[in-house]
């Protein structure tokens, strides 16, 4: 008699063909691969769609299989996905379904399901025109934007969550339908914020904002000025307009010689951001930090696109492994605590975002996730190059973050939640109705998700 398992490859081959990869198959470990290389995957069967059919295909035949389905296109968030058992999921690859096109009249960019910010960025550029978009290129539009999203542009237009227009979608039932306000309102407010547990997305509309140019740059001193950096940070953005978002980092460079001589073997106190504002007012803002002589200033007014390039993030799948805390405040204390543990080694990085503003506001008619409760969000990433280390490294980021407690505030970002931390937290008081919706829109629990209600 076949096991289940057999049962399952068979129902599998018979349905897909050659566009499953089963262990074994030339092409599973390429499918199989996130852009985190700390956490990798081994799910029971993947498979590359290229457009919507191939997504129908894959979720009935999983249905039958007695299997389920957990979409992904990059792979940044496969450390949150980790703490879910992948023995009976077929991993939906959306890479290749990477299109954008923009409407300058109504400002709305749609973007295919596996599509990137940089692709969006560019083409709304090309238009005068601007996405609530993360701090890296290559990260997934729909991951980022349907799990809340903090861009440089959330304190004053708050989560990118709340510029989704619609959502085309492959359901659980293998069903294609469309969210939005007027078509499955219900779905539709799940979908932003429950993001890949509620269907398996085609393609989405997002709104863009009409802006060509801002204030933007970055700052960078050696790290033993990080005391004062970090002071004068804190105090800018006590006193910063909600058009000002900005991040602190303490950054430590392995000596690579692939980097830049400024940054090669050297650990470094950046300040880096958008200040979407006159630059008079830009100036007279960062103009206490200037004052203590960065050794590298690019603040000035830049094409919006030149913002992907700003915050340094590695352009190549890395082994990174991450915690977060969102903060009430960042205090004088506070600003000690961060100090102390940024400079370090032991970590790769150290940063405090500066959030709040109309981020920190829910939206009228907003999905399930709208708004981030906190001021300040800090996070630490440690790199983990041999996952047999992975624990001593989770051990480490988890530590450095803990030790914000008495700022810490009952939340998390979810974007920012990449395993080993409940993120019940991330969906604030929406959790008991997004459970509820995935009862109803996923009664077998088809759909894996990085993030499970």
């Not at 539709?188 to 429950?194: D, E, N, S």
């Not at 400024?262 to 470094?268: E, K």
Request: negative net charge; charged residues 20%; aromatic residues 6%.
């Amino acid at each position: 008699m076949a096991t289940d398992s057999e049962r399952a490859a068979r129902v599998l081959r018979t349905r897909l063909g050659e566009r499953v990869s089963l262990p074994g198959d030339p092409g599973y470990l390429a499918g199989a691969g996130a852009w985190n290389l700390a956490f990798p995957q081994r799910p029971f069967a993947v498979m590359g769609a290229t457009g919507e059919g191939d997504i129908v295909d894959a979720v009935l035949a999983a249905r039958d299989a007695g299997l389920r389905v957990a979409p992904q296109s990059t792979g940044h968030a496969a450390g949150a996905l980790a703490d879910s058992d992948l023995s009976d999921v077929v991993m939906l690859s959306l890479e290749r379904m990477r299109e954008v096109s923009v409407d300058p009249g109504t400002r709305v960019a749609t973007v295919a399901g596996g599509s990137t910010w940089g692709e969006v960025v560019t083409a709304a550029a090309t238009h005068g025109l601007a996405a609530l978009h993360g701090s890296a290129a290559d990260v997934s539009v729909v991951g980022l934007a349907l799990s809340g999203g903090l861009s440089f542009y959330a304190r004053e237009s708050g989560l990118t969550v709340n510029s989704v227009r619609s959502v085309r979608v492959v359901c659980a039932d293998g069903e294609v339908r469309t969210a939005s306000d007027q078509e499955n309102p219900d779905l539709f407010w799940a979908l932003r914020g429950g993001a890949g547990g509620f269907g398996v997305v085609v393609s989405l509309e997002l709104e863009l904002i009409a802006v060509a140019e801002v204030y933007a740059g970055m700052l960078l001193w050696p790290v033993e000025r990080a005391d004062a950096v970090a002071e004068a940070w804190a105090a800018v953005t006590g006193r910063a307009p909600e058009s000002a978002t900005t991040s602190l980092r303490i950054m430590h460079f392995p000596p690579i010689p692939d980097l830049p001589p400024f940054l090669s073997g050297r650990s470094l106190v950046v300040v880096d951001g958008v200040i979407h504002d006159d630059p008079r007012i830009a100036e007279a803002l960062i103009a206490p930090l200037r004052r203590l002589d960065p050794e590298i200033d690019t603040f000035a007014l830049s094409p919006v696109a030149d913002v992907l390039d700003m915050h340094l993030d590695p352009p190549e799948p890395s082994p990174v492994v991450t915690a977060h805390r969102m903060l009430r405040a960042f205090p004088e204390d506070a600003v000690a605590r961060f100090v102390r543990t940024g400079v370090a080694d032991s970590l790769f990085i150290l940063e405090v975002r500066h959030v709040g503003g109309r981020a920190a506001r829910p939206t009228p008619g907003g999905g399930a996730v709208s708004a981030l409760s906190g001021e300040y969000l800090v996070l630490a990433i440690a790199v983990a190059p041999d996952p047999t280390i992975r624990s001593d490294v989770e051990t480490v980021v988890h530590g450095a973050v803990d030790g914000f407690h008495p700022w810490v505030e009952d939340a998390l970002a979810l974007t920012f939640v990449d395993g080993g931390v409940d993120p019940a937290a991330g969906f604030g008081g929406s959790l008991a109705a997004l459970r509820e919706a995935k009862r109803r829109w996923d009664a077998d629990g088809i759909l894996l998700a990085a993030h499970p209600v």
